[in-house]
């Protein structure tokens, strides 16, 4: 029997689960959220024929990702003037006689099926999520995560280790270190005090990570040198790291619990039925 690896199975389970959900999702491109069209609204006709909003729905999930490269603005535009382009082939190609042919016979026993599958999950997966289902699946995601030390700094970045002294002099004089970076500092942090924010080992190149680390809270630096020049750093808090916010990977939570479900449906049918995949290797 023909088998995928895991990972490559997964992988294409859920592109298939987003093709199958993405009309719910986007088929009213182009319209406000106060404003959703009919399914059966008109929106051109080709030959006496008409193409629906439906249609542009359709339209939209077969293109995917793809039509990312568009602007928003002309997706709509885009995609009705394709199925115009489509309707009339397809007219085209009937008077030819080519929807009496074998192959338009094989293809269009494929394009069913595929249209079956997508609505048999457009249905399935209809249902809300419960939200207990979906914390289980958080908590479950990041049982494991092992935190990491977060520093929190400022830096005055100088030409110059005798300007960066000089900094340390007005430093060590009484100034505050905010007013200091908004003053000499050279880098793009400069007008906001030389605030780096929150950063891990690996953010930053090492020598200004290692002198970060290596002060007290509240502290500043001796002058040290980076490919950038010369920097004057105050640690302000450190901190260990915690994992993103439910509400911040809840779509991404929300679709890693929609293949798992996807999963087990097609593995429940699987079961279900006789199937036999000639000259395949194991």
């Known amino acids: 029997m023909l088998k995928l690896k895991s990972k490559h199975l997964s992988s294409l389970r859920a592109a298939m689960l987003g093709s199958a959900v993405v009309f719910s999702m986007l088929g009213t491109v182009g319209a406000s959220a106060q404003e959703v069209p009919s399914p059966t609204t008109v929106i051109a006709t080709v030959g006496g024929e008409n193409i629906t909003q439906a249609d542009l729905g359709y339209a939209l999930e077969d293109m995917g990702e793809e039509l990312n490269a568009i602007p928003a603005a002309e997706r709509r535009g885009f995609l009705v003037q394709m199925l115009v382009d489509m309707k009339v082939m397809a007219q085209a190609a009937k008077k030819a006689g080519m929807s009496d042919t074998?192959?338009?016979?094989?293809?269009k026993a494929y394009l069913e099926d595929r249209a079956l599958r997508r609505a048999y999950l457009q249905d399935?997966?209809?249902?809300?999520?419960?939200?207990?289902?979906?914390?289980?699946?958080?908590?479950?995601?990041?049982?494991?995560?092992?935190?990491?030390?977060m520093l929190r700094a400022r830096h005055v970045l100088v030409a110059s280790e005798d300007d960066a002294?000089?900094?340390i002099a007005e430093l060590d004089n009484g100034r505050d270190f905010v007013e200091v970076?908004?003053?000499?500092?050279?880098g793009p942090s400069g007008p906001?005090?030389?605030?780096?924010?929150y950063f891990s080992e690996g953010d930053m190149v090492p020598e200004f990570y290692d002198a970060s680390r290596a002060l007290e809270v509240g502290a500043y630096s001796a002058p040290v040198q980076s490919q950038f020049g010369w920097h004057v750093i105050k640690l302000e808090d450190r901190r260990p790291s915690t994992p993103p916010a439910f509400e911040q990977v809840l779509p991404?939570?929300?679709?890693?619990?929609m293949v798992k479900k996807f999963e087990k449906l097609v593995?429940?049918?699987?079961?279900?039925?006789?199937?036999?995949?000639?000259?395949?290797?194991?």
Do not use: H, W
């Open 181 to 186: 970076a908004k003053e000499k500092s050279t």
């Open 252 to 257: 991404q939570i929300r679709q890693r619990v």
């Open 124 to 149: 399935v997966m209809a249902t809300e999520i419960d939200q207990a289902e979906l914390q289980a699946a958080y908590e479950e995601t990041f049982k494991d995560f092992e935190p990491k030390e």
């Open 102 to 107: 074998a192959t338009f016979a094989s293809r």
């Open 165 to 167: 002294k000089s900094v």
């Open 267 to 282: 593995e429940e049918l699987k079961a279900n039925a006789d199937i036999q995949i000639v000259g395949a290797s194991n």
């Open 192 to 197: 906001n005090g030389g605030d780096l924010g």
